[in-house]
């Protein structure tokens, strides 16, 4: 096998902040930043959303009332298109 032909493949921590995170897996990701964890330093990536913090994993999932919109809309344009309330036709 070719040494130049693949990327380094390596464990790396993916940290999530807003979560407070850590999450040792392996990836070929390229990043400067590293962090001691467990005992050893590994490369660090930040991650703006994780399973730890996204709201389809956590349950905290809100859910639009779409039905609720569309009578809204309705609602403030009359169901109908403006070129229909003047009578005009297209």
């Given at each position: 096998?070719?040494?130049?032909?693949?990327?380094?493949?390596?464990?790396?921590?993916f940290y999530?902040?807003?979560?407070?995170?850590?999450?040792?897996?392996?990836?070929?990701?390229?990043?400067?930043?590293?962090?001691?964890?467990?005992?050893?330093?590994?490369?660090?990536?930040?991650?703006?959303?994780?399973?730890?913090?996204?709201?389809?994993?956590?349950?905290k999932q809100?859910?639009?009332?779409?039905?609720?919109?569309?009578?809204?809309?309705?609602?403030?344009?009359?169901?109908?298109?403006?070129?229909?309330?003047?009578?005009k036709s297209?």
């Open positions: 096998m070719k040494d130049t032909g693949h990327p380094n493949y390596r464990p790396v921590v999530d902040a807003g979560a407070q995170f850590y999450l040792l897996t392996r990836s070929s990701i390229k990043t400067t930043e590293t962090i001691e964890y467990e005992g050893k330093t590994y490369p660090l990536v930040k991650v703006d959303i994780s399973a730890a913090s996204h709201p389809f994993f956590t349950g809100t859910f639009i009332d779409t039905a609720g919109r569309m009578d809204k809309f309705a609602k403030k344009f009359g169901g109908t298109y403006s070129f229909q309330k003047s009578g297209k």
